[in-house]
């Protein structure tokens, strides 16, 4: 724990990598990963700096924003986190991020790896069937939570 929220990396010396990956596991996915409760505050402290600028590999473009990865181009932010983000969020966030998903599938009906944050037709793996599974673990709890409130 680093300033109030969960570190990336430790080395048991002091030193700390303060990010977060798009890819899971993540900090934003905790909940969903392990044992720690989505209503725990050092989570929620954790969830709102991954979710900012502070974190070096959140982006924010004309298109949409949320988390990239070290591993993909910069500016590329990737399906799984905005699925892990709606996964984690109260239902208006769930809404919103499947909104976003569906409006940057760059025009091939799939998600990817990672898009262009202005320009999701600039897109890595063309087919990336994790972050299709997560987009529809998303699309599963949202119908469901459309069901039990109905």
Same mark, same amino acid.
């Given at each position: 724990m680093v300033d109030?929220?969960?570190?990336?990396?430790v080395d048991g010396l002091g030193g700390t990598l303060l990010? %977060? %990956?798009a890819n899971m596991p993540s900090l934003l996915s905790l909940p969903l990963t392990s044992d720690v409760d989505q209503a725990d505050p050092l989570y929620q402290a954790t969830r709102a700096w991954v979710?900012?600028?502070e974190n070096p590999y959140f982006y924010s473009g004309s298109a949409a924003e949320g988390i990239g990865s070290?591993?993909?181009p910069e500016e590329y932010i990737w399906h799984i986190a905005l699925a892990v983000q709606g996964l984690t969020g109260d239902l208006e966030e769930a809404r919103a991020c499947l909104a976003t998903i569906l409006a940057t599938d760059g025009g091939t009906g799939w998600t990817h790896e990672g898009f262009h944050k202005d320009d999701p037709t600039l897109f890595t793996r063309?087919?990336?069937s994790w972050s299709n599974s997560m987009a529809c673990e998303l699309m599963m709890r949202i119908a469901v939570d459309d069901e039990t409130a109905a």
């Open positions: 109030g929220r969960y570190a990336y990396e990010m %977060d %990956d979710l900012s600028p070290p591993h993909t063309p087919w990336f």
